[in-house]
């Protein structure tokens, strides 16, 4: 195996040498592009794009034949887990994930188990490697999972909640119940990550996107531990190539040299946290990915040249930063921003200029 | 004038000594006490019981009959100064506030004034000067308003949002709009705060709800800036007796030192920084606020008590410390909870126990 003929975004995980400033975003293959919405009206449901390989190939291509991205994710959804250990996901029209069976009964909790990635989410695996295929080491290939937290919250929540109240009752009153789903979460997510570099994928990352609602405490009790455990679990390397990972926990800025201290390769930051001072608190631990507020890209293509500018000198010229966005880009993004932003980040940070 | 009976709370925040740490509740006085949901269903709706100086008297003073709390704040809400310059409040059922006129236009925020606080907010001075003679020197008052950060989502949004997607275009766009739309929100914040303090408030605090929501550079530019604005203009003391300042950026951990520096007496903290560092890190500037998770209030007395505790045990003992939930009191806590909650703040901190 050798790394694709555009490995600067590898390059910058292990904070190589780079020429440029690599870039990607966060659901960068999703609603705000045209020929997105096309292939999900054909697919009939977002989740039947995702269990279907081949269109959820198609859409992971989608975004880098307009943009020249550093890297391709791998579509799917962070609840294909939870799904695999029955739990029954399906979305409602404008409302969001649920499950038909969310996590309450102590018997339920006590039975659950880890699902074995290529029987039970073969369609995942099978999506990573046609994607690789379809690549042709043009591109690294990244491959994800939620956190066991934010997939807990998912699973006891039934949904998406605006205050956690039913998780989070649970971890204050029945942490041992709490536990056990996490570290059953934890083992499934393991698997599922291994089982996806297997399959193809150069890199992986982890989405917290909750562990932010949690105090101080239980952030790294509850989401933190279990990250750390994940990263200690994950092959180093395949085919001979070492496989990065990320963590990245939304409203995490404050808990940075915690989060550094995991193991992982590089740390996804928001917007909240300037990129210099979070370097100077990291040291070369590890490499950074951000952060531009998504809501730049709301204004015009010289804006978002100004805004991406700012991100980048905060940085630094040091190698070591991904450009990406703080979160996912929403679904009302002008994709001509978007092509100015790729655009800005490339001629801004390209070296010697 | 003198200091209340119980001036716990009062000297708390001055750092000085104190006997035990006092607690008083963010939206303590709310829909999670039946006496409350009582008042509202008479006044007929949320705006006139905000509007009605004896009923908003009344709702105030609940709470202090059934839990041994250290303090009173002022029942209001904090659109009030938006909807005196003539935005329309509403509430549509369910649905939180909302204005029938959001700034857009650029006239519009041209023409924006700030309202005389004696004369178009009339009703929120008759209900600090009532809520005095009622209170009759036991507890302190503290009265309070929306930070102008705040205030303008609200304001260009017209309600609440999830992305502040059109306040954050004006802000990357137009960023001379905003700037207008803050600075004369933040003369009309000063007067209006002045006016409370006039009346008779002991102390105020500025709520930031949404200053979580911007980038680091933006939350100075264009929320802390007009904060410390506000404290600069703050009459300092009135009948004699100093009257301290509360700051409170939901989500603004990150920024404890930029926040401590604004000459504020104290700095309120959601559940998602530690006490004991955030102690260390703003030495003995500011008194600190905060910081229980409000979630922990749908367990149990006994574990409320051990929570408690433990918020109680990250700050230490020294002075200077005043406890609260670190967001408002959900509408569906038990109030039995939160009397476990009193108990165990002043009876765990009571000094030489």
Known sequence: MTRPANDTFLRALLREPVEYTPIWLMRQAGRYLPEYN???????????????????????????????????????????????????????????????????????????????????????????????????????????????????????????SSDYRTVKTMLYDRPDLLHRILDVTTTAVISYLNAQIESGAQAVMIFDSWGGALSHAAYREFSLNYMERIIAGLKRSHGGERVPSILFTKGGGQWLEAIAATGCDAVGLDWT???????????????????????????????????????????????????????????FTPPENVAALVHAVHSHSRRGS
């Open 38 to 160: 096309e292939t999900r009206r054909r697919a009939g449901s977002f989740l039947n794009l995702c269990k279907n390989p081949h269109l959820a190939c198609e859409v992971t291509l989608q975004p880098l034949a307009r943009f020249e991205l550093d890297a391709a994710i791998l579509f799917s959804d962070i609840l294909t887990v939870p799904d695999a250990m029955g739990l029954g996901l399906y979305f409602a029209e404008g409302e969001g994930p649920k499950f038909e069976r969310p996590l309450r009964d102590e018997w339920e909790i006590r039975d659950l188990t880890a699902p074995d990635p290529n029987v039970h989410l073969r369609y995942v695996m099978d999506a990573v490697a046609e994607i690789r295929r379809a690549l042709n080491n043009t591109l690294p290939l990244i491959g994800f999972s939620g956190s066991p937290w934010t997939l807990a919250c998912y699973m006891v929540e039934g949904g998406s």
């Open 273 to 331: 946290t300037d990129l210099g001072e979070a370097r100077q608190r990291v040291g070369d631990r590890v490499a950074l990915q951000g952060n531009l507020d998504p809501m730049v890209l709301f204004t015009s293509p010289e804006k978002v040249a100004v805004e991406a500018r700012r991100v980048l000198d905060s940085y630094g010229s040091e190698t070591g930063h991904i450009f990406n966005l703080g979160h996912g880009i929403s679904q």
